[in-house]
């Protein structure tokens, strides 16, 4: 019986929208010549409430709300109290850490309000985060570093490099006598060597240049020419076939290296073979570090973490999730926020029994709306249970790209295993109800509609960036045989973190009509209003407006939408990230 409860209350305050209200009003305090007495569970002169002698969400031992007493009750799930002006237990009125690489976001409301900072780990260009792992290559918000062991813009090598390409050259000999080795900007990331050809005579340099004799430069050979190789000699001139050739021409047969004629026409002429290590189309050298973009010598490579041609991706991994698959885009796989908490907020709803009771948060009869929805979130209280929590609201994203103006989603009663701790979800009997969601960077993606709710306590929390809103659509649910169709729905909530990893301040609402409410059957099942219709509960219906009925003072929640009668319904949520699967 518990369990039809849960579905049919719950399943009215998910699917038919927002419009709930709290007995703040004056005309809704019955006057009494006596002094008030708390405790009584009637609201008298000078008391906001009374729920009786316990503290609950909505009312404290006092008789005054909760929320504003000037004290944080944590036994109701308080974090703050606007009663606080500053100091400890002061609500906080904005969030911003002064950090670069966290997201903050003011959650909650009134006196549930809490400020959340998660850790930026993915990189985006522009945000101002250079997350850890991220480099000037892969996020433009990072700097280049000289000696963080990566090769960035503006750098030729780094000092953090040990070893193989990108190493910074500490000296510069290229053991070839007629170059000049200079090692530009030494012990820096811009280190580099400079070889120019030594064209001149010059004694003493050891260096006997092309043209030159010992006539004009001591480091020639005096003998050169006799037609043997004398000390100070790599060949001889005289010496015109075989061992001692002076060479005219050299060739390793090596395409990554230069073939260099050092004193050609000399009696010192010898080949050097100094590695390329510059990226040059056309001379058949992929160079090491070198890239298909940097040097068409270069095959195309994927997974060297650069995008080249023919590739759509290159990530670097072989992960087939993360939407990279053989450096082609490949679909993401969905990502889904399972709500873990939904609390009708306005209307409110009432029951005429030992007078007229707000049923929506206060603990009636150990029973509450918001009470029996938390439980079904939260628990298997089918028996015997069936391995799955009794209800299971769920966002799912195709794929979720935070980044993007739009992403496509779907809502979902989804089903999903218990125990709550570790649990996953698939899609429950029915198909999900496909939206658009679009994202928004500022300002408020969703807010109550003017003139559509009462000053219920706790107030609708609206929905502020990061954040996303649905477009309208029409949500129809069956739970237990009971179809509700809930008009122009729109589901919003703000992103925790990036990628997000969970979603606070979400607001979901939609209308129903008041002919469908009327139709809409509660289950004989449920205890004192089972066999009722579910327009029975909500104020400006016609059982509680009735002048016989102990509600019928109650102000009426009913809305209108585009001309028709009935009530918009606003339910608030938070909601986890949960592993989903589609079979």
């Known amino acids: 019986m518990r369990a039809f409860l849960v579905v049919s209350l719950l399943f009215a305050a998910t699917a038919c929208g927002q419009n709930a209200k709290t007995n703040s009003d004056a005309s809704d305090i019955d006057a009494t010549p006596f002094p008030a007495r708390c405790g009584n569970h009637k609201v008298e002169m000078g008391e906001d409430c009374d729920e009786g002698e316990a503290t609950t969400i909505l009312c404290d031992d006092t008789c005054h709300f909760t929320c504003g007493n000037g004290k944080v009750d944590t036994s109701v799930d308080e974090t703050c109290d606007t009663g606080i002006a500053s100091g400890d237990g002061a609500c906080p009125a904005s969030c911003d850490d002064g950090m670069a690489c966290t997201v903050d976001v003011l959650s909650g409301s009134a006196c549930t ?119 100070g000699e790599t060949c001889d001139i005289g010496i015109l076939n075989g061992a001692g050739k002076c060479p005219a021409s050299c060739n390793d047969g090596k395409v990554c290296t230069k073939d260099v004629l050092n004193s050609a026409g000399t009696c010192q002429a010898a080949c050097s073979f100094p590695a390329i290590t510059d990226p040059h189309d056309g001379d058949g050298c992929c160079p090491a570090g ?25 990530d670097g991994n072989t992960d087939p999730d993360d939407g990279c698959t053989k450096c082609q885009i490949t679909p993401l796989p969905p990502t889904a926020f399972r709500m873990t908490d939904l609390d009708l907020r306005d209307p409110h709803t009432y029951i005429a029994l030992i007078g007229c009771n707000d049923i929506t948060d206060p603990n009636f009869l ?15 209280g089918d028996m015997p249970p069936d391995g799955k929590l009794d209800f299971s609201p769920t966002v799912v994203f195709r794929p979720l790209d935070q980044s993007k103006a739009t992403n496509s989603a779907e809502v979902h009663l989804a089903a999903c295993t218990a125990p709550l701790a570790g649990t996953s979800c698939k899609p429950g009997a029915n198909p999900g109800t496909a939206i658009t969601v679009t994202n928004m960077s ?3 993606c969703l807010a109550a509609l003017p003139g559509t709710i009462r000053p219920y306590m706790p107030a609708i929390t609206n929905t502020t960036a990061p954040c996303f809103v649905s477009n309208a659509v029409t949500l129809n ?6 179809p509700i169709t809930l008009h122009d729905t729109k589901i919003a909530a703000t992103y925790v973190g990036t990628p997000a990893t969970g979603l606070t301040n979400g607001l979901l609402m939609g209308f129903i009509s ?23 509960l909500l104020t400006g219906g016609t059982t509680l ?29 938070p909601a986890a990230k949960v592993p989903w699967a589609d079979k």
């Open 113 to 231: 309000t809490a400020c959340l900072h998660t850790t930026i780990t993915d990189v985006h260009d522009g945000d101002g985060c250079c997350p850890a792992g991220a480099n000037h290559n892969t996020d433009s918000d990072c700097s280049a570093s000289c000696g963080n062991g990566i090769v960035e813009a503006g750098e030729t090598c780094d000092t953090g490099i040990q070893s193989g390409a990108g190493k910074c050259p500490a000296s510069c000999d290229d053991q070839v006598a007629c170059t000049k080795d200079t090692l530009m900007s030494g012990g820096t990331c811009q280190a580099a060597c400079m070889h120019t050809d030594i064209t001149q005579p010059a004694n003493g340099d050891g260096c006997c240049p092309a043209g030159a004799n010992h006539n004009t430069d001591t480091d020639c050979s005096e003998t050169c020419g006799n037609g043997k190789v004398d000390t």
């Open 477 to 482: 649910i069956v739970l237990a045989g009971i």
């Open 366 to 380: 150990g029973t509450s709306v918001n009470g029996l929805i938390q439980t079904a979130i939260t628990s298997d």
């Open 290 to 314: 070198a890239n298909n973009n940097t040097d068409k010598d270069c095959p195309v490579m994927c997974g060297n973490k650069v995008v080249e041609a023919g590739e759509q991706c290159d």
């Open 442 to 444: 500022g300002g408020q």
């Open 514 to 536: 008041e002919a469908d409410a009327d139709a809409t059957i509660i289950p004989s099942t449920v205890a004192v209003v089972g066999g009722k219709p579910l327009s029975s």
């Open 545 to 573: 407006s009735d002048m016989m009925n102990a509600c019928h003072t109650q102000k009426s929640d009913k809305d209108t939408n585009n001309g028709v009668k009935g009530w918009w319904f606003y339910l608030n949520f």
